[in-house]
């Protein structure tokens, strides 16, 4: 009974701390938002800045990891546009400044892949090749008939 008491405390404390992060990081944004000054709201409510620079949907954060609901926020966004807080499991709450935001049109992306795949298969042929050549050279061997080297050298 102590043990599952202790059990349900910590997830009480968990979820109560939880839920006073994501209240800062409200605020947080409120202030961002307002300011527009990232480093002295970051200094104010003791929080890490961290760049996230190129990112693309489905990759990590640094100190975040992954998150849908963070790429959900972001490439919904705008640029210029301060987005969050948004909440990240049990890791806290990000917010988010998009400094600039370039949406991929499907076909580009269509015509890229298409092109990657072409590139993939001439480099996975070619490696092929070489190694058929290769094995070949291995098992062959080769023999040299010293008799008819000399039947066919140059008289001097």
Same mark, same amino acid.
């Given at each position: 009974?102590?043990?599952?008491?202790?059990?349900?405390e910590?997830r009480?404390r968990?979820?109560?701390?939880?839920?006073?992060?994501?209240?800062?990081?409200?605020?947080?944004a409120?202030?961002?938002?307002?300011?527009?000054?990232?480093? *002295? !709201?970051a200094?104010?409510y +003791?929080?890490?800045l961290?760049?996230?620079?190129?990112?693309?949907r489905g990759q /990590? %954060?640094?100190?975040?990891?992954?998150?849908?609901a963070?790429?959900a *926020? !972001?490439f919904?966004?705008? +640029?210029?546009?301060?987005?969050g807080?948004?909440?990240v499991?049990?890791r806290? /709450? %990000?917010?988010?400044?998009i400094?600039?935001?370039?949406r991929?049109e *499907?076909?580009?992306?269509?015509?890229?892949i298409?092109a990657?795949?072409?590139?993939?298969?001439?480099?996975?042929?070619?490696?092929?090749?070489?190694?058929?050549?290769?094995?070949?050279?291995?098992?062959?061997?080769?023999?040299v008939?010293?008799?008819?080297i000399?039947?066919f050298?140059p008289q001097?």
């Amino acid at each position: 009974l102590d043990e599952v008491r202790r059990e349900v405390e910590q997830r009480l404390r968990r979820q109560r701390a939880l839920e006073r992060t994501r209240e800062r990081a409200r605020e947080l944004a409120e202030l961002w938002r307002e300011t527009g000054d990232a480093d *002295a !709201v970051a200094e104010t409510y +003791d929080a890490t800045l961290t760049p996230a620079l190129d990112h693309r949907r489905g990759q /990590a %954060v640094p100190g975040v990891g992954t998150s849908s609901a963070l790429d959900a *926020a !972001v490439f919904a966004g705008s +640029d210029g546009e301060i987005v969050g807080p948004i909440v990240v499991g049990e890791r806290g /709450a %990000v917010v988010a400044k998009i400094d600039s935001l370039r949406r991929v049109e *499907a076909s580009e992306l269509e015509q890229e892949i298409d092109a990657t795949r072409d590139r993939l298969a001439a480099e996975r042929a070619e490696r092929l090749l070489r190694s058929m050549v290769n094995s070949r050279r291995r098992d062959t061997v080769v023999t040299v008939d010293n008799e008819l080297i000399e039947r066919f050298a140059p008289q001097s």
